[in-house]
């Protein structure tokens, strides 16, 4: 649709480019080629883009004058980059500027304080809810450290805010017409998608999205994507998949032709598969008869970051996650979900050394609704005290409820270890539950299990494999991380290149190390000398704990962690991932390999039942 031009801004590593996309109209896309954040949505390492959309000043069909309309600008991040650019692209004398705000958080509330400085006519066009955010937002900010006097200058007035409250069409310059669809979410509940009729251009924000560093206009095809889409998809949608499905639904009556959304390149020529696949992706999510209710209110984004982290752990294990901003949930909503869930999770910051007040009247609708039977876990952030956690905790003991795991309070924002912390208490909690109801099923069927009897169940166990350890390491420094686990479903897949698959369980902990791009190794073990490698990898582990700590590792070519007492071992690179039910199939080449023990035989792992490892 355009390529990208040499006109550029550069701050460090980040950059801008213009993309042309029609008359009058350009993106301005920010390049992050590192890591932004330790959140889980950037996991894979790719880079980013923050894509902004900027309409011309002129006249309208009928002759109007319009100003010049900013849609999605990026947050503080971007500003040493994206704020020179922008000026370069509007006329040295323009004064209003119209920006159409997709999302509110104090990042993006940073950077609309310097258009304010520079646009004496600035005016933001935002929802209801993303209207009253950023009425919230506009004079706050982070703490500084206790007894430190404030010398920041004063923040400029809150520009004016046209709110949509439901779609509306703006005629813009050169013919555009521009379709504003609020679209609310538990994780953006000030949500505004925009629509270019002309064009069929979808700006769809933070939907459709995926952190890859890329100056490309448009993906060259869905399976270059995929992964980095269905990542996103998985850390930030799947836990409110159901608003997701009905907004889909509504997006499918547009006359799309290009989606272009807040992060990654844009898609045009299959825009199509990808609602398919936001569709096929929730149905997978929405299946579960057990439901995880995550109940939160984020301040400055840190409280959200730590429930995306925690909801990511338990949708790995097939369980359902319905994610609920109490700053913006109906009291009837609430009391249904509250009745409905087999565990509540609920998250809180501290400001001010209190609970927000939604956050306040959420507990008191769970004390007064909330079945006592039933798990719950409590987790937040906070500055210089926690106020906030002291008051769930206390109030949620004191009225009988039993805890899943210790509350998780954080200082601030979580790092790299502290995410992955997070991911696998998650991913406990969820197990724990899945535990409890095969123990009610046992019960009520007479501990007899049907799957187990079943004739074609028991012929799969037949399907022998090699045992083997896969151990996995990635990162330096405080970003390192490694994981292993026991691995018996292995197999050679090729000759040319050599290399093999492995089905990694969905709730695995290393599987989030074994990304395309990602290397591991495969540690063969013997026959007769497996128990105790076995039953190092099969004892259970402590959420964030080290699988390879106390060990005495060598290391493969590719620094893989290896075990001296394997009978051989292979270094592969993920080239591929298949989803298969609850395990993922991941196919390597082999880099590298060799052979430690050349009188060994290979340990075989024989199984009674199809059902289980």
């Given at each position: 649709?355009?390529?990208?031009?040499?006109?550029?801004?550069?701050?460090?590593?980040?950059?801008?480019?213009l993309l042309?996309i029609?008359?009058?109209?350009q993106s301005?896309?920010?390049?992050?080629p590192q890591?932004l954040r330790f959140?889980l949505?950037?996991a894979?390492?790719?880079?980013s883009?923050a894509?902004?959309?900027?309409f011309?000043a002129?006249?309208?069909?009928s002759g109007q004058?319009?100003?010049?309309l900013?849609?999605?600008p990026?947050?503080?991040?971007?500003?040493?980059v994206?704020?020179?650019?922008?000026a370069?692209?509007?006329?040295?004398?323009?004064?209003?500027?119209?920006?159409?705000?997709?999302?509110?958080?104090?990042n993006?509330?940073a950077?609309?304080?310097?258009?304010?400085?520079t646009?004496?006519?600035l005016e933001?066009?935002?929802?209801?809810?993303g209207?009253?955010?950023?009425?919230e937002?506009?004079?706050?900010?982070k703490p500084?450290?206790?007894g430190e006097?404030?010398?920041r200058?004063p923040l400029?007035?809150?520009?004016?805010i046209?709110v949509?409250?439901q779609?509306?069409?703006?005629?813009?310059s050169?013919?555009?017409q521009?379709?504003?669809l609020?679209?609310?979410?538990?994780r953006?509940?000030?949500g505004?998608?925009a629509?270019?009729?002309s064009?069929?251009l979808?700006?769809?924000d933070k939907?459709?999205?995926?952190h890859?560093c890329?100056?490309?206009?448009?993906e060259?095809s869905?399976?270059e994507?995929e992964?980095?889409?269905?990542h996103?998809y998985d850390?930030?949608?799947?836990?409110?998949a159901?608003q997701?499905d009905?907004?889909v639904?509504?997006?499918?009556?547009?006359?799309?032709?290009?989606?272009?959304?807040?992060?990654?390149?844009a898609?045009?020529?299959?825009?199509?598969?990808?609602?398919s696949?936001?569709?096929r992706?929730g149905?997978?999510?929405?299946?579960?008869?057990?439901?995880?209710?995550?109940?939160?209110?984020s301040?400055?984004?840190?409280?959200a970051?730590i429930?995306?982290?925690?909801?990511r752990?338990?949708?790995?294990t097939g369980?359902?996650?319905?994610?609920?901003?109490?700053?913006?949930?109906?009291?009837?909503e609430?009391v249904?979900?509250?009745?409905?869930a087999d565990?509540?999770l609920?998250?809180?910051?501290?400001?001010?050394?209190?609970a927000?007040?939604?956050?306040?009247?959420?507990l008191?609708?769970?004390?007064?609704?909330g079945d006592?039977?039933?798990p719950?876990g409590v987790?937040?952030?906070?500055?210089?005290?926690?106020?906030?956690?002291?008051?769930?905790?206390t109030k949620l003991?004191d009225?009988?409820f039993?805890?899943?795991?210790?509350?998780?309070?954080?200082?601030?924002?979580p790092d790299a270890?502290?995410v992955?912390?997070?991911?696998?208490t998650?991913?406990r909690?969820?197990?724990?539950?899945q535990?409890?109801?095969?123990?009610?099923?046992r019960r009520?069927?007479?501990?007899?299990?049907e799957?187990r009897s079943?004739p074609?169940?028991l012929?799969?166990?037949?399907?022998v494999?090699?045992?083997?350890?896969l151990?996995a390491?990635k990162?330096?420094g405080d970003s390192?991380?490694?994981?292993a686990?026991?691995?018996s479903?292995?197999?050679?897949?090729?000759f040319?290149p050599?290399?093999v698959?492995?089905?990694?369980?969905?709730?695995?902990?290393?599987?989030?190390?074994l990304?395309k791009?990602d290397?591991?190794a495969?540690?063969?073990?013997?026959?007769?000398r497996?128990s105790g490698?076995?039953?190092q990898?099969?004892?259970p582990?402590?959420?964030g704990?080290?699988?390879?700590a106390g060990?005495?590792?060598?290391s493969?070519?590719g620094?893989?962690?290896?075990?001296?007492?394997a009978?051989?071992?292979?270094e592969g690179?993920v080239?591929?991932?298949m989803?298969?039910?609850?395990?993922?199939?991941?196919?390597a080449e082999?880099?590298?390999?060799?052979?430690?023990?050349?009188?060994?035989?290979t340990?075989?792992?024989?199984?009674r039942s199809g059902?289980?490892?």
């Open positions: 649709m355009a390529t990208a031009m040499t006109d550029s801004e550069r701050a460090g590593e980040r950059r801008v480019v042309p029609a008359e009058g109209l301005l896309r920010g390049l992050s890591r959140e949505e950037y894979l390492e790719r880079g883009t894509n902004s959309f900027l011309d002129g006249v309208d069909a004058a319009r100003p010049a900013l849609v999605h990026p947050g503080a991040a971007y500003a040493d994206f704020l020179p650019a922008l370069r692209s509007l006329p040295s004398d323009t004064q209003t500027l119209q920006v159409v705000v997709g999302h509110v958080n104090p993006r509330v950077l609309l304080r310097s258009l304010a400085e646009y004496g006519g933001l066009i935002s929802s209801n809810p209207a009253k955010l950023l009425t937002l506009w004079n706050q900010r500084l450290p206790q006097p404030d010398l200058p400029p007035e809150l520009p004016p046209q949509i409250r779609e509306t069409s703006l005629p813009l050169h013919g555009h521009l379709q504003l609020p679209a609310p979410s538990p953006w509940p000030g505004l998608l629509f270019e009729e064009s069929g979808l700006m769809s939907f459709f999205a995926a890859i890329t100056e490309a206009w448009a060259a869905r399976t994507t992964e980095e889409r269905r996103f850390c930030l949608m799947a836990p409110m159901a997701v009905s907004l639904e509504r997006l499918e009556q547009l006359d799309i032709r290009t989606i272009a959304p807040g992060h990654g390149p898609i045009d020529a299959s825009w199509r598969s990808l609602l696949d936001y569709r992706w149905e997978s999510q929405q299946g579960s008869t057990l439901n995880v209710l995550l109940l939160f209110a301040a400055y984004g840190n409280t970051a429930a995306d982290a925690l909801a752990g338990v949708g790995r369980v359902r996650v319905n994610s609920l901003n109490c700053e913006f949930t109906p009291a009837d609430l249904a979900a509250i009745r409905a565990a509540i609920i998250g809180s910051p501290t400001l001010g050394g209190h927000p007040t939604p956050i306040v009247s959420a008191g609708t769970v004390l007064a609704e006592r039977s039933k719950v987790f937040g952030s906070f500055g210089w005290s926690g106020e906030a956690l002291d008051l769930l905790e003991r009225g009988g039993s805890f899943g795991f210790e509350p998780i309070r954080i200082k601030f924002s270890a502290t992955r912390t997070l991911e696998e998650g991913t909690f969820a197990r724990q539950l535990q409890e109801r095969r123990k009610q099923q009520s069927a007479g501990g007899l299990s799957s079943d074609s169940v012929a799969l166990g037949r399907v494999g090699s045992l083997c350890v151990t390491r990162g330096n390192a991380q490694s994981g686990m026991v691995a479903w292995v197999s050679q897949a090729s040319t050599p290399g698959t492995v089905a990694v369980a969905k709730d695995r902990a290393v599987e989030a190390l990304h791009g290397r591991f495969l540690n063969v073990l013997a026959e007769g497996e490698p076995m039953k990898f099969l004892q582990f402590e959420p704990a080290d699988r390879l060990l005495e590792l060598e493969s070519p620094d893989q962690p290896l075990l001296p007492e009978l051989a071992w292979l690179d080239k591929q991932r989803e298969c039910g609850d395990h993922w199939l991941i196919y082999v880099k590298h390999g060799g052979i430690l023990d050349s009188e060994g035989v340990a075989v792992h024989q199984r059902a289980n490892y």
